[in-house]
């Protein structure tokens, strides 16, 4: 949609070039969202695109991923062979409900900045233990454990003007086993529950994402693998019973309800042997 209260559009070709940051500015990213719908508190877009950051690029550590990099090119990433929980990134970006046309544009930092409950970005580079990189406006870059960066329903710890400039996901998290459940209410809607559970490959662990289903995503981290009542209770102390996120996507009840089942169903499936 036309936005009638932006009146500029920056491209700078550095981030260092946006100095002053005041109400009215954002970063433009993909803009999926941003011309969804009205942006009564924006007059000006400052355009990531030009920024020219590489989209994907593997390291001795894992991979890194530009917040510019698009959906669609991280579908297209060829891990090494021994990234055995490489193909998460697919499953996760055909998660998102998405016509051809976002899947083109939409951004894996647009995704992860919109901190919407069933993003799968973030289910993704929390569960594959990532950390992203972000530039203040003012003072030294900081890094962000994933898991601690989303806060709420469409909450993150951004500050003003602050831009998420990478996503790092360490080679450890890539070499795991996983496995992975969703469900949406509707074909190709948004997920009402999104879990991914990790467990390496020579020890005796599990780490377990649960997201869509609460505000923000959770991980329980069991140094040694469960059984169904000790994961079970991991999951009420670490989500209370009023805990859950209800919207059109699905009822506080059901997905509380999915979350217990879900979680079983990977315990169950990282429990046997390797996949
Ligand atoms: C039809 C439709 C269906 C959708 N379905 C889903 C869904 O199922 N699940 C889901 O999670 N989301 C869904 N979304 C929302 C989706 O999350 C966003 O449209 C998309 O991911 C945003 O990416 P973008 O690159 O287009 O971001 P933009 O629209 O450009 O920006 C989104 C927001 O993030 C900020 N931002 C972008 N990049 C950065 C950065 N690097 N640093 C700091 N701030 C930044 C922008 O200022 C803006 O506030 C849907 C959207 C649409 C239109």
């Given at each position: 949609?036309?936005?009638?209260?932006?009146?500029?559009?920056l491209?700078?070709?550095?981030?260092?070039?946006?100095?002053?940051w005041?109400?009215?500015y954002?970063w433009?990213?993909?803009?999926?969202w941003?011309?969804?719908?009205p942006?009564?508190?924006?007059?000006?877009?400052?355009?990531?695109?030009?920024?020219?950051?590489?989209?994907?690029?593997?390291?001795?550590?894992?991979?890194?991923?530009?917040?510019t990099?698009r959906?669609?090119?991280?579908?297209?990433f060829a891990?090494?062979?021994?990234?055995?929980?490489?193909?998460?990134?697919?499953?996760?970006?055909?998660?998102?409900?998405?016509?051809?046309?976002?899947?083109?544009?939409?951004t894996?930092?647009?995704?992860?900045?919109?901190?919407?409950?069933?993003?799968?970005?973030?289910?993704?580079?929390?569960?594959?233990?990532?950390?992203?990189t972000l530039?203040?406006?003012?003072?030294?870059?900081?890094?962000?454990?994933?898991?601690?960066?989303?806060t709420?329903?469409?909450t993150?710890?951004l500050?003003?003007?602050?831009?998420l400039r990478?996503?790092?996901?360490?080679?450890t998290?890539?070499?795991?086993?996983?496995?992975?459940?969703?469900?949406?209410?509707?074909?190709l809607?948004?997920?009402?529950?999104?879990?991914?559970?990790?467990?390496?490959?020579?020890?005796?662990?599990?780490?377990l994402t649960i997201?869509?289903t609460?505000?923000?995503?959770?991980?329980?981290?069991?140094?040694?693998?469960?059984?169904?009542?000790?994961?079970?209770?991991?999951?009420?102390?670490?989500?209370?019973?009023?805990?859950y996120?209800?919207?059109?996507?699905?009822?506080a009840?059901?997905?509380?309800?999915?979350t217990?089942?879900f979680?079983e169903d990977?315990?169950?499936?990282?429990?046997?042997g390797?996949?």
């Open positions: 949609m036309n936005l009638n209260t932006v009146t500029s559009v491209h700078p070709g550095s981030a260092d070039e946006i100095t002053g005041r109400n009215g954002a433009l990213a993909g803009g999926t941003l011309f969804s719908e942006q009564i508190a924006t007059d000006t877009l400052i355009d990531l695109q030009q920024l020219n950051w590489l989209a994907l690029e593997i390291t001795p550590d894992g991979l890194e991923i530009a917040a990099c959906i669609a090119e991280l579908y297209g891990a090494p062979p021994q990234w055995t929980a490489a193909p998460l990134i697919r499953t996760c970006c055909n998660a998102l409900l998405a016509s051809f046309k976002i899947w083109n544009a939409a894996v930092g647009g995704n992860i900045c919109m901190s919407l409950p069933a993003g799968a970005m973030i289910s993704l580079t929390v569960a594959l233990e990532g950390v992203y530039w203040p406006r003012q003072g030294a870059p900081r890094q962000v454990a994933a898991n601690e960066f989303v709420g329903n469409h993150n710890v500050q003003p003007g602050e831009l990478a996503i790092h996901l360490p080679a998290a890539l070499r795991k086993r996983v496995a992975f459940r969703q469900s949406s209410l509707t074909h809607g948004r997920s009402a529950a999104l879990l991914i559970g990790t467990r390496s490959l020579d020890a005796d662990d599990l780490l997201s869509a609460t505000p923000r995503p959770l991980q329980l981290r069991f140094a040694a693998f469960p059984s169904a009542k000790m994961l079970r209770q991991a999951i009420d102390e670490q989500i209370p019973a009023d805990g996120f209800g919207d059109v996507h699905g009822s009840a059901y997905k509380r309800h999915l217990y089942y979680a990977i315990r169950t499936e990282l429990a046997a390797g996949s």
